[in-house]
């Protein structure tokens, strides 16, 4: 499907759920509670984390430790889950996206490594599969910088331009750890500022993920990922369309 097409349905269905009712809040903070929950659990098993769906909601929810599960998962799901709170309350007073916040970000996200949290990589890295390496340490502060002022004057579809922010990002590589996940929390805090919902990159759609930024060194477009973000965001409009459809419904029973 034509990426344009895509927006304009993601659109369309924007201005179909603000005719809705909205959810009280113990209906949203449930949901809220669900999404973090299993985004947690994909954004780190991405990365590689042991812990299951069940496991990470009984860590992050209940404050419970598993049973022969490194401590190190258990601190990545405290971590990823802190630091998903702090994006949902930067929306709320959204600004534009700085180093300051990235690095505050990231610092949540590495809870369990107190000398790299929050501060770009000073060593050279690799990334496994990837045709293009990383810039050197010395070169990141100027990339990020110019990142995010590219970031800010770009007048394209905000799922457009955040989409290409994170491969972008990625391909920086700014940290020694964590950039996935912060990557993540980033593009989703991008998100909500824009007036969209957060979107849940699958464990289970990883290998499409990795897909997205080969494409990107192969052809210097984002649009497979773009469509990526596109189709997430679509079926999180549609959930929730589907949910305040039903309580319209009900209302007007």
Known sequence: ???????????????????KPSLNEGE???????????YTY????????????????LVVLEGLTIDKKPIKDHLEAIG???????????????EELTERTIKEVHALVLMEDPINKGKYRDVPVQISGALDTPPPPDRVPI??????????????????????FHILFERIHPFIDG???TGRLLLNLELIK????????????????????????????????????????????????????????????
Request: with cysteine; hydrophobic share 35%.
């Open 179 to 181: 950039n996935g996940r």
């Open 1 to 19: 499907m034509d990426i344009h097409v895509l927006l304009d349905e993601i659109d369309s269905l924007r201005a179909k759920l603000e005719t």
């Open 80 to 94: 990823h889950s802190h630091a998903y709170d702090y994006v949902v309350a930067l929306s709320k007073a959204p």
């Open 194 to 253: 824009a007036g969209f919902y957060p979107i849940d990159v699958k464990f289970k759609d990883r290998g499409q993920y990795i897909g997205c930024f080969r494409s990107f060194e192969e052809t210097g477009n984002a649009t497979q990922f773009v469509e990526m973000v596109a189709r997430y965001e679509l079926d999180e409009l549609s959930k929730y369309l589907s949910i305040l459809t039903a309580k319209e419904s009900s209302m007007n029973g």
């Open 28 to 38: 949203a903070k449930r949901l809220r509670e669900q999404f973090a929950v299993e």
């Open 143 to 164: 990339e990020m910088k110019r990142l995010l002022d590219d970031y800010s004057t770009d007048k394209r579809h905000p799922i457009e331009k955040i989409a290409e």
């Open 42 to 57: 994909n954004s780190n098993a991405i990365e590689g984390n042991t812990l299951t769906l069940h496991e990470t909601a």
